[in-house]
């Protein structure tokens, strides 16, 4: 067995890889690859995250079950809410039926004989062990001067003591890193809360409309890959690219997580990035149900707005969402505004969760603030089409619109409006 994995590729833009070809693919890469009789963790995306999760954890746990001492997979929840047994159920494609009709297996250890899974309790500090710390001095550089605090980094207990940590699942273009997935699942994916707000907060300070669909090595990504060296843990990655709408795997690599990553987002950034001739005056983004909360289905405003018009409009249509966020009230303190206005404003806010402070701006978008006057200018109006109520919106500093009042037929045909279907996955940006 070698220590050296060699990153293996299969599929590509626009293709599909059947289960029969990735069941070989994953056959023939982790063959070589020493896991017998270890402890192996898998790092797999919660709900926000369209994959056939399924397929990729049944795969693995095929190939893995027999030959590991132990084998566990922890949700990457950063700090989202964490999953209950009947979602973590549908996560993983048991007790209901397939979209055929077949029924799926009625539990998780009719599923997956063997396989533990559990959430990533970031909210826990049992539950979270220091492996390293970054030096001020260090982050000023990844940061490139952005940020000049240190941060020891905590991650999940189960990964830092498994022997080896596998990272499954999708990429995509993603508003605080550049292309989402790789290191990510384990910063912030399994981080504690600190370090993920450091990163995130970075990310804002570089704004979602500039960093959004970046393939290279961003400055989080430079962060997140710093952090995520000091992991103790073998590092692998069974990364994937999956046509949005539709759950197929265009491609897949196996091999560290920072070369699966790279050979998966060159193609991400291919098949998941829609360029149009000019730019949208009203968009309807039409959020599907995984997104259970504004916290999440704002993506469907960070993957429209470098497509939007200076004056346009961004309607989030979520018909069945209730809330802003579960677990981060603070949003409903601040409301949500630009960068600039908090900047300019650092001593009021510098003690507010940097992460719901980045969220706050990467939903506002571009704008400036007046400090001598207080006057917020924003480049986008941003609109909830939800059960969240007008004064709630108005609140926050959002736009209302009755969601009962929208026909999503009438409005594509309006001159000067689009209605994005499945919308928070696919970036779109103006051609040239």
């Known amino acids: 067995m070698t220590t050296h994995v060699t990153c293996d590729l299969i599929g590509g833009p626009h293709q599909h890889v059947s289960a029969r070809e990735l069941d070989e693919f994953v056959a023939r890469a982790v063959a070589g690859v020493?896991?017998?009789?270890?402890?192996?963790?898998?790092?797999?995306?919660?709900?926000?995250?369209?994959?056939?999760?399924?397929?990729?954890?049944?795969?693995?746990?095929r190939h893995l079950a027999p030959r590991v001492a132990s084998l566990t997979a922890v949700i990457?929840?950063?700090?989202?809410?964490?999953?209950?047994?009947?979602?973590?159920?549908?996560?993983?494609?048991?007790?209901?039926?397939?979209?055929?009709?077949?029924?799926?297996?009625?539990?998780?250890?009719?599923?997956?004989?063997?396989?533990?899974?559990?959430?990533?309790e970031w909210a826990d500090?049992?539950?979270?062990?220091?492996?390293?710390?970054?030096?001020?001095?260090?982050i000023a550089e990844l940061s490139e001067g952005r940020l000049s605090i240190g941060a020891d980094i905590l991650i999940n207990r189960h990964v830092v003591e498994s022997d080896v940590a596998i990272?499954?699942?999708?990429?995509?273009?993603?508003?605080?890193?550049g292309i989402s997935g790789g290191n990510k699942y384990f910063i912030p994916g399994v981080a504690s809360q600190e370090f993920i707000d450091m990163t995130h907060w970075v990310g804002a300070l570089i704004t979602s409309y500039e960093i959004i669909g970046t393939t290279g090595i961003t400055p989080v990504r430079a962060m997140i890959n710093e952090g995520a060296a000091l992991i103790p843990t073998r590092r692998l990655a069974l990364c994937c690219v999956v046509e949005s709408g539709t759950g197929e795997l265009e491609a897949a690599a196996f091999g560290t997580c920072e070369d699966a990553w790279a050979a998966t987002a060159a193609i991400a950034a291919q098949t998941h990035v829609t360029y149009v001739d000019a730019p949208y005056q009203r968009v309807i983004s039409c959020m599907p149900t995984r997104y259970d909360d504004i916290w999440t289905a704002a993506k469907g405003f960070y993957k429209l707005e470098p497509a939007v018009a200076d004056g346009g409009e961004v309607v989030i249509y979520a018909p069945h969402v209730t809330e802003v966020s579960e677990t981060h009230h603070e949003i409903y303190e601040i409301g949500y505004h630009c960068r600039d206005y908090f900047t300019a404003q650092w001593d009021r806010f510098k003690d507010i969760h940097w992460g719901v402070l980045a969220h706050s701006t990467h939903l506002r978008g571009?704008?400036?603030?007046?400090?001598?006057?207080?006057?917020?200018?924003?480049?986008?109006?941003?609109?909830?089409?939800?059960?969240?109520?007008r004064e709630v919106c108005e609140s926050i500093n959002l736009g209302y619109l009755d969601p009962a009042s929208v026909d999503?037929?009438?409005?594509?045909?309006e001159p000067g409006t689009v209605v994005i279907p499945n919308a928070g996955e696919v970036l779109y940006r103006l051609r040239g």
Do not use: W
């Not at 898998?42 to 795969?59: A, E, K, W």
């Not at 603030?369 to 006057?375: F, L």
């Not at 999503?408 to 045909?413: I, N, P």
């Open 167 to 177: 990272v499954v699942g999708p990429v995509f273009p993603h508003e605080v890193v």
């Open 34 to 61: 020493d896991l017998d009789g270890l402890r192996v963790t898998l790092v797999i995306p919660d709900g926000t995250r369209s994959c056939p999760l399924p397929l990729l954890v049944g795969t693995l746990h």
């Open 366 to 389: 571009q704008g400036t603030y007046d400090a001598a006057t207080g006057q917020e200018t924003l480049r986008v109006r941003v609109t909830l089409a939800t059960q969240i109520p």
């Open 408 to 413: 999503l037929e009438v409005l594509a045909k």
């Open 76 to 120: 990457a929840l950063g700090t989202h809410s964490y999953l209950e047994p009947d979602e973590i159920d549908r996560l993983l494609g048991v007790g209901g039926t397939d979209a055929d009709g077949t029924p799926q297996p009625a539990t998780l250890a009719d599923a997956y004989p063997g396989l533990t899974v559990v959430n990533h």
């Open 125 to 138: 500090p049992a539950m979270l062990v220091k492996v390293g710390r970054i030096e001020g001095e260090r």
